[in-house]
Each structure stands twice: as structure tokens, then as C-alpha cells.
């Protein structure tokens, strides 16, 4: 499918459909502008730094001290489920406790979890307390990302700035997920496994309890009287296909995570895994930049089965490269495929999902999709150790196609732009929420 056959620049003056729309550069300067904005938007981009280097920091520890890809990756994979496990029931407590006393409890608890799990690894510890320790950080970790999207809802008043700020808090969290790899990976090759892990320690630590502090941008609490109905039900026929294909795309992530890493101790290269993955997340950056600046006629549906088909195929050459260079340039072309893929599912949420649960419905689409990577990482780790890298590159390209084939299973309804949106213009960021069909979704 071409750009042309979905979507139209969006312009200053407005589109077809009447919708005006500043600049995208303007439109940051003015939601950055908000009182706190700033403050609360940069100290959550520290806090998100481990989301993008636990997982291949564990990989490189337990790999670099036992040796084996696929116990690394299943350690990995209990870090994983329990963030998965734990994020539902994080995000109610952040609606019912507020923002600053969760965040602030589960930072510290990450960061003694964290330092557990390194000591346990380089301590030569039984096996199980590396389960352990790697199950509670992933538990405790701050869910940093929906909190952040949260205050932005909270202090801004218009829909199109919220949507604005979305788009911004994609652009970050590509820029972690570029950023992350790199520093882990160069600090475990060049001093020592542990010290990439140190870093997120006091990366999240750090900037969550530093945001934590800023109760003026934080929105209320919404404590639930007890015995007083949850709300309007789930759609589950458009819901669940959603989450079988968040899930198959967590498990694309998680086993080409590993097996990049993998590939490159292959070629010689192990200090460049990290780059490798940063052009994956660049690809990524640059599609959700552009995806933000423009005005689509499609619904989320329908570029939601696009996106998946897109994800599958740019997974299908990977298998036969046998050279770092030319894998980082088919990383950074089929990372163009994640942000539009993934805001597209995130819209289809907002879109669907009563505004009651809206953040109940985000949590779960979230732990489909963390709970993917877990799988992935043990299931490529395991074909690693048996077959080597490229083998395991078929992991990611199954998943792919599994989650093009559950994304066919979405109501055609479901392809319809929101009622009042012109144009259904989004933005978002991949596993967070953001969307201009937000407003949308407040009807039960």
C-alpha cells in the first residue's frame, strides 16, 4: 500500500475535512509551554531508560557469566512476565493511590530488585535467585510511560494538544529506545556486564522518584468506593484479536532482541549489538515522526492489518544476512514498520474502549504485548544454542506472520474513523497510548 492511498500531509491551513492543524514543531513549543510540562516530560524520559536496557543488560549479564543464550534468555523472559503480570494491577493502583506514592514505592523496590539480580548473577548464586530477582525488578518496574501520557491528559485541555503531546512522548520513546541499547551494550563489552545495569538503576531510580515529586502536574486520584460497578465492559470481539496481535508483535520483539545480539557475537562484533538495535528503534523514530505529521483517511483497523503484513515481510530476509552492515541497513528499514503498527493498535484502543477503562484497556494491551517478549527471548535463546543467530531470526518472522493473521480477525467496523475526527489524524508511541481519537473514546 502507498503513503498516497492512506493518508495526505498534513498542512498548516487544514485538510479536506476541515480539521486545522499547526506545524508539529510549533505545536510542541506550545504544549511544552504548559506550566511543568517540561519538567515532568524530561524527568520521564530518564525514568523510561530501563525500559530499553534491562532486558538486553540481563541478556548480556547471564550470558556473559553462563555462557548460554537460552538460560540468558529465559532470566530475561521472568523479568519480562512479571512486568507484564504486574503492569494491570500498577496502573489501577496509579489511578486509585496517585501517582507520587506508587511511582516513588516501586522505584526504590525496582532498584534493590535490580542490584539483587546482579549480585545473584556475578555471586555465582543458585540459578533460581536469578529468576527471582529478575521476576521482582520486572514487578516493580515504574510505569513510568502511561503515567507520563496521564499528566499530559490531565494539564492539557484541548484534543488536538493532547494529541500533540502524544506524538512528542513517541519521539522520546524512540529516542530511549535508541539511546538505552547502546549505553548498555558499550558499557558491558568495554568495563563490565554490570555496569549497563548500574546505569538503569540510577537512570529509574533517579528520574522516578524525581517524578514521582511533581504532585502539581499529577492527575487526581479516582478511588473506586467498594462494592461500586467497574464501568462499561470491554469489547472483547475487536479487543482480543487486538491483544493476540500485541502479543505475537512482543514476541517479534523480544526474539529479535536476542537473537541480534546473538548474531553479532557471531560476525566478531558483539560491541555492536547495540547499534544494531538502535538503527531497529531509528527506523522506528523516523516513521513515528512522520506518522505523527500526517492526516490519515484509513481507520486504525485497517492500518493496523497493514502494518503486521509490513512488520512480517521486513523479518523475512533476516534469516540470510551474514554481514553487520547489511543487517543494520534491513534493521533500520523494517524498524520503519514498529511506530505505525503499534500507534495504530494503540488508536484502535482509545477508539473502542470505554474512557471509564481507558487506562484499564492500554494496561492490557500493554501486557499483551510485554508478555510476548518473554517467549521470545527463551524460544529464539533456545534456537541460538541449537541452530545459531539466523536460525533464530525465524522466531521473529513466525511471530510476524501470526499477528498479521490475528489482525484479519478485526471486525471490519472496526476500520471506521472516529465520529468528529477529520481525518483521524494520531500520534502516539509504541506500547503507550496516544492518539487524536482519544475524545472518542469517552462515551461508554
Do not use: K
Not at 472496526?414 to 473514546?441: I, K, Q, W
Amino acid at each position: 500500500m502507498s503513503r498516497g492511498d492512506g493518508v495526505e500531509a498534513a498542512q498548516p491551513g487544514g485538510t479536506g475535512g476541515g480539521e486545522q492543524r499547526a506545524g508539529l514543531t510549533t505545536a510542541y513549543r506550545r504544549v511544552l509551554a504548559t506550566p511543568g510540562a517540561l519538567r515532568f516530560s524530561a524527568t520521564g524520559l530518564v525514568a523510561r531508560l530501563p525500559i530499553s536496557m534491562l532486558g538486553l543488560g540481563i541478556v548480556l549479564l547471564v550470558q556473559g557469566a553462563s555462557g548460554s543464550y537460552g538460560l540468558a534468555g529465559s532470566v530475561a523472559a521472568a523479568y519480562t512476565v512479571a512486568n507484564a503480570v504486574v503492569a494491570i494491577v500498577q496502573g489501577r493502583l496509579l489511578d486509585a493511590l496517585g501517582q507520587g506514592r506508587v511511582l516513588a514505592a516501586a522505584s526504590v523496590a525496582f532498584g534493590v530488585s535490580t542490584v539483587a539480580l546482579v549480585t545473584a548473577v556475578e555471586a555465582g548464586w543458585p540459578t533460581w535467585t536469578a529468576y527471582a530477582t529478575a521476576a521482582c525488578a520486572g514487578a516493580s518496574l515504574p510505569q513510568i510511560g502511561s503515567a507520563v501520557r496521564a499528566r499530559w491528559a490531565h494539564v492539557l485541555d484541548q484534543p488536538a494538544d493532547v494529541q500533540s503531546a502524544y506524538a512528542l512522548e513517541a519521539v522520546v520513546d524512540e529516542a530511549v529506545f535508541i539511546l538505552g541499547p547502546i549505553v548498555v551494550t558499550l558499557l558491558a563489552t568495554t568495563v563490565s556486564p554490570a555496569a549497563g545495569l548500574g546505569v538503569a538503576v540510577v537512570a529509574g531510580v533517579g528520574g522516578g522518584l524525581a517524578f514521582a515529586a511533581q504532585g502539581a502536574t499529577a492527575p487526581p486520584v479516582h478511588a473506586r468506593e467498594t462494592g461500586a460497578p467497574r464501568g462499561p465492559r470491554l469489547p472483547w470481539r475487536t479487543f482480543a484479536p487486538l491483544v493476540v496481535v500485541s502479543a505475537m508483535l512482543g514476541v517479534l520483539f523480544g526474539a529479535a532482541e536476542v537473537t541480534t545480539v546473538a548474531f553479532a557475537e557471531e560476525q566478531g562484533s558483539q560491541a555492536w549489538a547495540g547499534l544494531l538495535l538502535a538503527l531497529w528503534a531509528l527506523g522506528s523514530l523516523v516513521s513515528g515522526v512522520v506518522t505523527g505529521a500526517l492526516t490519515w483517511r484509513r481507520g486504525p483497523a485497517s492500518r493496523l492489518r497493514w502494518g503486521a503484513a509490513l512488520m512480517a515481510l521486513a523479518m523475512a530476509p533476516l534469516a540470510l544476512v551474514g554481514s553487520v552492515p547489511v543487517m543494520g541497513a534491513l534493521l533500520l528499514v523494517g524498524g520503519g514498520t514498529i511506530a505505525p503498527t503499534l500507534i495504530a493498535t494503540v488508536s484502535l484502543t482509545e477508539q473502542v474502549v470505554p474512557r471509564r477503562r481507558l487506562t484499564e484497556g492500554l494496561a492490557v494491551v500493554h501486557t499483551g504485548l510485554v508478555a510476548g517478549v518473554a517467549p521470545g527471548a527463551a524460544l529464539s535463546g533456545a534456537v541460538v544454542d541449537a541452530a545459531g543467530a539466523s536460525a533464530a531470526y525465524l522466531v521473529s518472522l513466525g511471530a510476524g506472520v501470526l499477528a498479521a493473521l490475528a489482525a484479519q480477525a478485526l471486525p471490519r467496523q472496526a476500520d471506521r474513523l472516529p465520529d468528529g475526527v477529520a481525518g483521524g489524524g494520531d500520534a502516539g508511541a509504541p506500547g503507550a497510548p496516544g492518539s487524536a481519537a482519544t475524545a472518542a473514546a469517552d462515551s461508554p
